[in-house]
């Protein structure tokens, strides 16, 4: 079965500019993620969508961040104007469903790496 | 305060030697998860729990929920296990009728030598 995949891996821009990001979650999973992880920390959730429905993004830079999942299926992560502070690891995960008692899998993508200088 | 917290956040150890990582949080929870990260940024997910133990080979995942605790421990352990281990909680929204988001500890950074 092929994991989450994600694209670039590796991103270095400069500040002000625009920058996109790429995930194809597994095949049939209903929920998926993204998250940034600045180093040294834990994943922070950016936003969860739910097929192609937001489910939570209060954690979501709005005035510069923005995602989509227009069909449901893969989704794109955008930064304009990136800051020096977004340089982290962008990953998106996805998982089947929650189950009834809260309690699911996510399965990670190996992440894209962004450098803003 | 943060609302998961891991300790210690690094921790170095001898091949063989028996290790414990610890996760404490303060909201309540449907299901807390161990996770491990390798240089290059990839998470697998090592356990799910909301009570009780699992084990896993050489891996042991136990959750007190009453304490709000949880602890990971590794017997034998080996250069392989090298990573970050983070644990994360599932949090109940208000009135426990659905499921708040994900929230993760910083992380405790594991060195095993040989």
């Known amino acids: 079965e092929a994991g989450v995949a994600q694209s670039p891996r590796y991103k270095i821009i400069e500040k002000r500019q625009s920058v996109a990001f790429w995930c194809n979650p597994i095949s049939g999973h209903a929920t998926l993620y993204w998250y940034q992880q600045i180093l040294g920390q834990g994943p922070k959730l950016l936003i969860q969508f739910q097929n192609n429905g937001v489910v939570d993004d209060s954690q979501l830079p709005k005035d510069r961040f923005s995602a989509e999942r227009l069909k449901g299926v893969d989704s794109t992560l955008k930064i304009q104007p990136a800051k020096l502070e977004d340089s982290a690891v962008y990953l998106c995960?996805?998982?089947?469903?929650?189950?009834?008692?809260?309690?699911?899998?996510?399965?990670f993508g190996p992440g894209t790496r962004l450098l803003v200088l | 305060k943060n609302e998961v917290e891991q300790s210690p956040q690094n921790l170095t150890a001898q091949e063989g030697e028996f290790i414990t990582i610890n996760c404490s949080y303060s909201?309540?929870?449907?299901?807390l998860h161990w996770l491990q990260q390798h240089p290059g940024g990839g998470i697998v997910s090592l356990f799910m729990?909301?009570?009780g133990k699992k084990k896993h080979g050489r891996l042991i995942a136990t959750i007190n929920i009453q304490e709000k605790h949880s602890s990971l421990h590794i017997t034998a352990s080996h250069p392989r296990d090298s990573a970050v281990y983070i644990c994360a909680v599932r949090s109940y929204l208000t009135g426990g009728t659905s499921y708040g988001k994900l929230t993760f500890g910083q992380g405790t950074i594991l060195t095993v030598h040989p």
């Open positions: 909201v309540g929870i449907s299901a």
């Open positions: 729990l909301s009570s």
């Open positions: 995960a996805s998982s089947l469903a929650l189950g009834a008692s809260g309690e699911e899998t996510q399965y």
